[in-house]
């Protein structure tokens, strides 16, 4: 499986060049005068003109980064193949070595490792028991023959509660991951569904990290937009499965788990004062004691396919706590320069480049220190 690939190019119309993409400072505030936000921008805390930190010093931990463990990808290669809306080649060409190459290039030291879609659970637990465990000890296996160079989010089959707790066990104590990593939806369900409860409770107990990465849900997936899912139905299977965990009170219950969430958040940070509004039903808000917002608040988020996004960035910088930001790419879906090119031309200060291409990556895993 492991051939030497061709990296995929996805056209988000920077100026690309040397490994780098180019986004203009006084493009990106015309891009927010057309929204009548350039000054807000400007004038908020971590947008001053400063010195971009050279890639040499950088070392980026890229916490959003998909890699293909050989024996679980063989065991559903048709069905991945088949069910992909991204290029084939994206996959079949991966290769440990080709990611280093590619993160050598763009100042990444460590890549947090992730299955791709559509993970493990294909409705069978026995199957999801065997690719669960193929997948993970493949993680394990390329972080140990590159050290430094990967962390692991093992993953997990959800709707197998009793599965998914033998695997956090052997994950956690076995395979020393550094987090898990779950699906936005699973079938007609979401993460803060009261069937999930047990796996949550054992992740708490744990203080895990927990990375949650989009899906195309089943009741959306096949909407005739004109769009394939990744487009549209991803984004906002991430805003569903926030609202999941908020509003049936996971996220305050369970509040050693740390949440990791793609794409900046989706539509989340602009949907974040509507969710507020159903504090007034007394369920919600007993569930929610510090309120919604606060508990929105406590979630992380990665960049991945967001810098390039001058609207997108600036809804989750007013939104999210700075610490709570990271880098991630979204390799190999998306080319890894295009987020290093956007976050390093938006016009954000040294120490806010700093802390979201490393620092803030850095109090959650601090072995990559």
């Known amino acids: 499986m492991w051939a030497e690939p061709v990296s995929p190019t996805l056209d988000f119309s920077p100026v690309c060049g040397a490994g780098a993409c180019v986004h203009s400072r006084r493009g990106f505030l015309k891009a927010f005068g057309a929204l009548g936000l350039a000054g807000a921008v400007a004038s908020t805390p971590g947008f001053a003109q400063s010195a971009i930190p050279t890639l040499a010093a950088t070392r980026r931990i890229d916490v959003h980064h998909h890699v293909y463990p050989p024996e679980w990808f063989a065991a559903k290669r048709d069905f991945i193949l088949n069910s992909s809306d991204n290029p084939p080649a994206i996959m079949t060409q991966w290769t440990p070595a080709r990611a280093?190459?590619?993160?050598?290039?763009?100042?990444?030291a460590t890549g947090i490792a992730s299955v791709g879609n559509p993970g493990v659970w294909f409705g069978d637990v026995a199957e999801a028991r065997r690719l669960s465990r193929l997948a993970n000890e493949g993680m394990a296996k390329i972080a140990s023959d590159h050290p430094g160079r990967f962390g692991v989010f093992a993953a997990l089959a959800l709707p197998d509660v009793e599965g998914s707790l033998k695997?956090?066990?052997?994950?956690?104590?076995?395979?020393n991951v550094d987090g898990v990593h779950l699906l936005t939806s699973y079938g007609d369900k979401w993460p803060g569904d009261a069937a999930f409860d047990p796996v949550f409770a054992e992740l708490n107990r744990r203080k895990a990290i927990v990375f949650i990465h989009p899906t195309g849900p089943d009741c959306c997936s096949v909407l005739n937009t004109g769009a394939p899912p990744s487009i549209m139905e991803l984004p906002f299977d991430e805003a569903r499965a926030i609202g999941s965990l908020v509003f049936n009170g996971t996220i305050a219950k369970y509040r050693e788990i740390r949440f990791i969430f793609t794409h900046a958040g989706g539509p989340m940070p602009v949907l974040s004062a509507r969710m507020e509004q159903l504090m007034r039903r007394p369920t919600i808000a007993e569930r929610n004691p510090d309120g919604i917002l606060a508990?929105?608040?406590t979630l992380y988020f990665d960049v991945a396919n967001s810098t390039v996004?001058?609207?997108?960035?600036?809804?989750?910088?007013?939104?999210?706590?700075?610490?709570?930001?990271?880098?991630?790419?979204?390799?190999?879906?998306?080319?890894?320069?295009?987020?290093?090119?956007?976050?390093?031309?938006?016009?954000?200060?040294?120490?806010?480049?700093?802390?979201?291409?490393?620092?803030?990556?850095?109090?959650?895993?601090?072995?990559?220190?």
């Open 295 to 297: 508990t929105l608040r």
């Open 309 to 369: 996004s001058p609207p997108a960035m600036a809804a989750l910088l007013a939104f999210a706590k700075p610490d709570h930001i990271f880098f991630g790419t979204d390799y190999p879906y998306v080319d890894m320069e295009k987020t290093v090119g956007g976050l390093d031309h938006l016009g954000l200060s040294a120490e806010t480049l700093i802390a979201v291409n490393r620092g803030n990556a850095v109090k959650l895993f601090p072995k990559f220190g």
């Open 167 to 175: 695997e956090i066990e052997y994950a956690f104590d076995t395979l």
């Open 100 to 108: 280093i190459e590619q993160m050598d290039k763009n100042g990444i």
